[in-house]
């Protein structure tokens, strides 16, 4: 390829990932938290009565018949787990979202809880879930932003664009080195080969992964519009009837009696003759007492991909027993179905079990390091160019105003959303039972800490900001696996540990990433000390 078409190439490579390269670091480092969304949820939900067991299957007839008997509203949309963890409720729970939410955003949602009593009653409770973990899936999923709207994931899916012009335009600048490029890892004291050595081979190796994201995240952002093209093209203009069951239009139009509701049990039996190898989670009832009434029986299946972050599910008639639709049930989808559902197992890493969950978790962290890292090399360059211009005029180099602010807001940007997620977290148990509405204050504390750790970077410029927003990191991150003990050896401080081995990964992954950032804070140290003076990344050159 001609050499002016590769600067051309190389140009629209850089320039993409810099537009892109901050919002996506807070993309892959919440995606990356995110792959393990149930362990967090799990660590951050406090000891409750309501929470914790699950309900014998024999008494859930009885609580759901007297629950809908009592709160009719609930029958449009609950559900019944039947895992026992420390974030789910005993008992059926449903939720009743604000006037005009988002259908994806949940955040005003108000959550109840019904069990049954010992003499045989309904309890109905409002339960507040902690809202951690949906809260830095949001973070994830329109990367950075605080509410997954419409119009957020359409920027999220402007800034996925760029990504995946950033990908085509990056492979066709190595193209012409490709192999020697692979093969180099040159360890020396030029530190910007180096980094570009490292991000070239973390950029090839991880290609498949970050295509998968970049094509998965376009689908998401603008996926109204593409279930609009299959309700077209597969479903006849009868999408809902996919979700709802099918032949329900000669359903009676009066409200149905609950208690002429199937057991739960025999529900259960009709997914497993469907699919031995399918593993039931919870049964999610829509619109229990309506002409389309329907149950979702959500779950897993180790042999097969889910297409959805939660599993996949098969719907059955909770009157009859009879499969309204499988389209969704993980080993049993249609070609078309089988399509759209890969998209979402791709980009959610629900296949191969907890081997592929930890690949998923790496790839995320090395991903917003190659972002990170895209920035960082840009500024490099301009520190070469800037004093090759000074030695032909023979002035000391000094760098460009507009290097330094980018400097700055990489550092700020990405080093404030570590330490923001890394604080939100410890939170959810140092504010339980403090403050009124714990959800509103994950929010504040993380967009308090982001945009505190922005205005420093920009204060205090690069060099000094990283040093301290890297030991700031690892104090925070920390002060996770902290806290667990503190609540372990304190119970009079009001927190509390979870002895499960999904909690105490938390703990435990958290201290590795505290150990991380300190090796990161000391190698940065003797970079911005020891480092070329000319380099925004040197005290030296802030003090000149």
Not at 47 to 70: D, F, K, W
Not at 358 to 386: C, H, P, Q, S
Request: charged content about 15%; glycine content about 8%.
């Amino acid at each position: 390829m001609r050499s002016e078409f590769i600067r051309i190439y190389k140009s629209v490579h850089t320039w993409t990932g810099i537009v892109a390269g901050m919002a996506l670091f807070v993309a892959f480092y919440a995606g990356a938290i995110t792959i393990f969304k149930e362990p967090l949820a799990r660590w951050a939900a406090p000891p409750s009565a309501m929470h914790g067991s699950a309900i014998p299957l024999n008494e859930a007839p009885v609580l759901i018949v007297r629950t809908l008997q009592e709160q009719p509203a609930a029958a449009k949309d609950f559900r019944l787990h039947l895992k026992a963890a420390e974030h789910l409720p005993q008992g059926i729970s449903w939720q009743v979202s604000a006037e005009g939410a988002d259908d994806h955003d949940h955040s005003s949602a108000r959550h109840y809880v019904a069990s049954l009593e010992a003499d045989g009653g309904v309890r109905v409770d409002e339960a507040h879930p902690s809202g951690l973990a949906d809260f830095i899936d949001t973070l994830h999923r329109v990367v950075g932003l605080p509410y997954d709207t419409d119009p957020n994931r359409w920027i999220m899916g402007i800034i996925a664009g760029l990504y995946a012009l950033a990908l085509v335009s990056g492979v066709i600048v190595l193209l012409p080195s490709l192999v020697k490029d692979f093969f180099a890892l040159r360890v020396s004291k030029n530190l910007k080969r180096m980094w570009l050595d490292a991000h070239n081979v973390v950029g090839i190796v991880s290609l498949p992964f970050h295509i998968v994201m970049a094509l998965t995240a376009i689908v998401f952002a603008y996926h109204d519009g593409f279930y609009f093209i299959q309700d077209k093209l597969i479903h006849d203009g009868k999408w809902s009837t996919a979700f709802q069951g099918r032949g329900s239009s000669a359903a009676p139009a009066i409200p149905r009696d609950p208690a002429a509701m199937l057991p739960p049990a025999d529900l259960l039996a009709s997914a497993q003759a469907l699919s031995p190898t399918f593993e039931a989670t919870s049964l999610q009832y829509l619109n229990a007492t309506g002409p389309r009434a329907a149950v979702r029986v959500w779950g897993h299946d180790p042999t097969a991909h889910s297409p959805r972050f939660v599993g996949g599910f098969v719907a059955v008639d909770p009157y009859s027993g009879k499969i309204m639709s499988a389209d969704f049930l993980p080993g049993h989808q249609n070609l078309p179905n089988a399509i759209v559902g890969s998209f979402f197992a791709l980009h959610f890493g629900t296949y191969g079990g907890t081997p592929v969950q930890w690949m998923y978790f790496l790839l995320g962290l090395a991903g917003a390091w190659l972002f990170y890292g895209g920035n960082l090399l840009w500024v490099e360059t301009r520190r070469i160019k800037a004093a090759r211009a000074s030695d032909a005029i023979g002035l000391p180099p000094e760098q460009r105003r507009d290097v330094r602010w980018m400097a700055a807001a990489t550092v700020g940007v990405c080093l404030g959303a570590v330490c923001a997620i890394s604080l939100t977290i410890v939170a959810a148990k140092w504010l339980h039972g403090r403050v009124e509405d714990l959800n509103a204050w994950h929010q504040g504390i993380y967009y308090a800490v982001f945009f505190a750790a922005l205005v420093w970077a920009f204060q205090r410029g690069a060099a000094r900001s990283a040093v301290h927003l890297l030991w700031l990191a690892a104090a925070f991150t920390f002060a996770i696996p902290a806290t667990s003990l503190l609540a372990w050896l304190l119970p009079s401080l009001g927190m509390w540990t979870h002895g499960s081995a999904a909690a105490l990964g938390v703990d435990a992954t958290a201290l590795a990433g505290g150990l991380g950032f300190v090796w990161l804070a000391l190698a940065t140290t003797r970079r911005v000390m020891h480092g070329p003076g000319d380099s925004v990344w040197s005290v030296q050159s802030e003090k000149s």
